[in-house]
């Protein structure tokens, strides 16, 4: 079955670190890949997407691209803020359902 | 401003009490969804519907129902909650699903809990 797999956290940096969440799933067929971001007391943002293989996604500083050789999403980003502190959930999305299946998400704690 | 917006945001009730939570977004979308989010297990669908009179089960429906007898609105029901109902709760919505996945846009969530 379809499946989304994401590092633990909490993950702790300190400002201006480089920042690298893991994530790697399980899928038939060509999903499109996706990160949200939950800030605190709110609900969920999309981060960045890629619908295709070698597809890279980037927004606010962030990236990820997806890899089919190993079935990876990570994101990454080169400098982090206590601004992006924050829960981070990789997902995956199918055509026909329209269904998202998420990993169950990595918290990032970034300190100043 | 296209949102998806959800009421209340915020419930604390007793165990079988039943209960509502709304959905309603105003971009014409067809395909709605409901997730619950629990610690170490992201998000899970509960139920989705296509579009207008169709809906189906998702992954974790089991004490829940839901209905979509217009396009904007797509409430949650719980018949006779139980404690571990407690979570927070999201709806989602996008465009048809014919095709490729169409992007999914959400709720500002609902903070359910049961006692």
């Known amino acids: 079955g379809n499946s989304v797999t994401q590092m633990e956290g909490p993950v702790t940096l300190s400002e201006e670190a480089f920042l690298t969440i893991n994530c790697t799933y399980t899928?038939?067929?060509?999903?499109?890949l996706f990160w949200y971001v939950q800030y605190p007391g709110e609900g969920l943002q999309l981060l960045l997407k890629?619908?295709?293989?070698?597809d890279k996604g980037s927004n606010k500083g962030f990236e990820a691209t997806y890899r089919k050789e190993t079935t990876s999403f990570h994101l990454e980003k080169g400098s982090v803020q206590v601004s992006d502190s924050a829960v981070y959930f990789c997902a995956l999305g199918r055509g026909g359902y329209n269904k998202l299946i998420f990993g169950a998400g990595t918290r990032l704690a970034v300190h100043p | 401003e296209a949102q998806v917006t959800q009421n209340p945001r915020y419930l604390i009730t007793v165990t079988g009490k039943k209960l509502t939570v709304t959905c309603s977004q105003n971009?014409?979308?067809?395909?709605m969804s409901w997730y619950r989010q629990d610690p170490g297990l992201g998000l899970r669908q509960i139920y989705y519907s296509m579009n207008v009179e169709v809906t189906d089960k998702g992954d974790v429906p089991e004490g829940y129902k839901v209905s979509r007898k217009e396009k904007r609105n797509f409430p949650l029901i719980l018949e006779s909650p139980s404690p571990n109902q407690t979570s927070l709760y999201f709806c989602?919505?996008?465009?048809?699903?014919?095709?490729?996945?169409?992007?999914?846009?959400f709720g500002p969530g609902t903070r359910l809990t049961v006692l």
């Open positions: 989602a919505s996008s465009l048809s699903v014919a095709g490729n996945y169409n992007e999914q846009f």
């Open positions: 971009m014409n979308h067809e395909y």
């Open positions: 890629a619908t295709k293989a070698d």
């Open positions: 899928a038939t067929g060509y999903p499109s």
